[in-house]
């Protein structure tokens, strides 16, 4: 930084303070400096100059500073000040970019400093030297002059100072009318917010009832079937011994019309009786109440039994029925005669309706899983009826419906025998094709399945409290929560043992909230879990096709922890 020397004056008397004082407010003015600065500029040199004459002359130098342009003054006096004189000049301080007193024995001075605005033009050389001819040979006027000359630029400062107070006035108005408008805003989103928000719980309280309801009848239901079969299979087996004593040698002899009346009567008995005994096992079943014995089962002799019994149930003469060695498949945990009761009631089923072509039973190891599929090229289901077949009674119409004999139970009593064993019962088929029956059990026994083991969270999260804070309330709930604050270490917790249901946050690092739905619905195995996503995205922010996974999307910002626990269990329950 440099400065060049503009003016040197000199104050010796009253009259030269009012010279500096307009020489310092020209200099400024033909500078470029604001009206304010030069009022500033020229009150700073009149009180500098005023408080050190008493001491003796004083030399004012005038300077422009490059490169950043500055007005600059120096006033010097050969005296020593004390540091209550400093304080008293240091009254100019605030009207100074710059303000310093530098002091040395014998000797004081004051420099100030005021910058030159940057809109302000340059001034060449011939310029400079023209302004300084100017406030050199510019007259001072009387102190009365200096007085007046004064008052009129007070006067206009301080009519700029009104207008700037009165834009200021003005600004302030509109920054409160504007302010107005955003609170009426904020207000009338947080109260739509809210009620979507009781919209929503509404709809859950709505839900719960609900499903509370079909609980309660579908457990009447149960109670009544139970009831009925029981009061009527000791009739039924009274027809059938009855009928059995009537046909006794030992009884009267019957005429031919009453022996073929009587074995009508058998007959028709007998197939009451196994209808009554299948619901009698379904109502069991139903009511929770059948108790699977659970051993170590190998599955190679349930297969030859059913090899062997099978052989002679009703079929056609070109269909063939394979049961494949079960090569390679561990002991399993799991009641051996409720899985032979299963597969028994699949083959027969298989075997009534593939016409013409191959049964086949297979086991393979999935994992901690063994497949036990009964797949046929018979007649197939079509897609309306797979999930209806499942149901009581359900009979799919066909031609071989009439030939075949069927209760429409066995296959309602087959899936819950195998939940009872911790397993499931899939169908897929194909009309034309035949259909793949899949009985799916873990190796480990019902134990490792059971579906009263508690519903398992994993919470991915990576705001530590906000995390802490829900699996608190989780696990008050009675949930069996795991955590993760990353996407890449949640893909590892699923991957290692699926929870029931993942509470996941969209913003992760490592792999965010998307990335991590993407991998689930790329990983068959994994496709089914139900994602719900917890996350202070703004709804509209949110690209919901990006999320075609997730079963329900909770703004983190309205939803409290304890609504957490509700959406845990409709979620699980509709996945269950
Ligand atoms: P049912 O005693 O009538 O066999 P199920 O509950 O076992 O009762 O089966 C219900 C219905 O599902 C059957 O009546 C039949 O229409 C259909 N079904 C079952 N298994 C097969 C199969 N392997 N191929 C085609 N249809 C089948």
């Known amino acids: 930084m440099s400065a060049r020397e503009l003016l040197r004056a000199v104050v010796a008397t009253e009259a030269d303070v009012f010279g500096v004082r307009r020489q310092g407010r020209q200099l400024a003015a ?16 009149s009180e500098t100059g ?6 003796g002359r004083v030399t004012v130098i005038f300077a422009l500073e490059a490169p950043q342009p500055a007005l600059l003054f120096a006033a010097t006096v050969a005296a020593d000040v004390d540091e209550e004189f400093v304080a008293a000049l240091a009254v100019t301080r605030g009207l100074m970019d710059r303000w310093s007193v530098e002091r040395e024995p014998g000797r004081t001075t004051v420099m100030m400093a005021r910058r030159v605005p940057d809109k302000a033009a340059t001034l060449t050389d011939d310029q400079l030297g023209a302004l300084r001819t100017e406030v050199v040979s510019a007259q001072t006027g009387t102190p009365l002059e200096e007085l007046a000359e004064h008052n009129r630029q007070l006067l206009a400062t301080l009519g700029e100072v009104q207008t700037q107070r009165d834009e200021l006035l003005r600004l302030n108005a509109e920054l409160e009318e504007t302010n107005r408008g955003v609170l009426a805003l904020y207000t009338e989103l947080s109260e739509e917010l809210e009620a979507t928000n009781r919209g929503v719980v509404a709809l859950y309280a709505e839900l719960e009832e609900r499903s509370a309801q079909l609980r309660a009848a579908s457990e009447a239901k149960t109670r009544f079937l139970a009831n009925v079969t029981h009061e009527l299979r000791s009739p039924v087996s009274s027809i059938t011994g009855l ?6 040698p030992l009884s009267d002899p019957l005429s031919a019309e009453q022996s073929q009346q009587l074995d009508l009567i058998d007959a028709s008995s ?43 149930a009703p079929r056609s003469a070109d269909t063939s029925l394979v049961v494949d060695d079960p090569v390679g498949v561990p002991v399993i945990h799991t009641d051996p005669i409720m899985l032979a009761q299963v597969l028994r009631n699949l083959l027969t089923n298989a075997l009534k309706f593939t016409p013409d072509g191959e049964v086949r039973l297979t086991a393979t190891v999935d994992g901690a899983w063994v497949a036990l599929a009964v797949s046929d090229t018979g007649i197939g289901i079509p897609e309306a009826e797979q999930d209806r077949v499942f149901e009581e009674f359900h009979q799919v119409r066909n031609h071989l419906q009439a030939s075949a004999q069927g209760t429409g139970l066995g296959l309602a009593y087959a899936r819950r025998l195998a939940e009872a064993l911790g397993g499931t019962l899939e169908l897929a088929s194909e009309v034309g094709r035949g259909s793949t029956f899949t009985l799916r059990l873990p190796v480990g026994g019902p134990a490792d399945a059971r579906p009263d083991q508690p519903i398992s969270v994993l919470l991915v999260d990576d705001d530590d409290t906000f995390r802490g804070a829900a699996a608190q309330v989780l696990r008050g709930c009675g949930f069996g929560v795991r955590e993760a604050a990353d996407g890449r270490t949640a893909l590892a917790a699923i991957a290692a043992r ?4 993942v509470l996941l946050d969209l913003r992760l690092a490592e792999l965010d909230g998307f990335a991590v739905i993407e991998a689930l619905e790329a990983d068959e195995r994994l496709r089914s879990i139900p994602v719900v996503v917890v996350t202070a995205y703004r709804a509209d ?19 409290t922890l304890d609504d957490l626990c509700g959406v845990v269990v409709l979620t699980a329950r509709r996945r269950g």
């Open 243 to 248: 009928t059995r004593l009537l046909r006794d």
């Open 498 to 501: 699926p929870p029931d249901v």
């Open 50 to 55: 005023r408080r050190l004459l008493p001491l």
């Open 30 to 45: 033909g500078l470029g400096l604001e009206n304010q600065d030069q009022i500033r500029v020229a009150a700073a040199l």
């Open 270 to 312: 007998r197939s009451l009786l196994t209808l009554v005994n299948d619901l009698l096992d379904l109502a069991k079943a139903e009511s929770g109440r059948v108790e699977p014995a659970i051993e170590d089962t190998d599955l190679r002799p349930i297969f030859t039994t059913l090899r062997g019994t099978l052989r002679a």
């Open 541 to 559: 922010v949110v690209d919901t096709a990006e999320l075609r996974h997730a079963v329900a999307v909770l703004d983190k910002t309205s939803t």
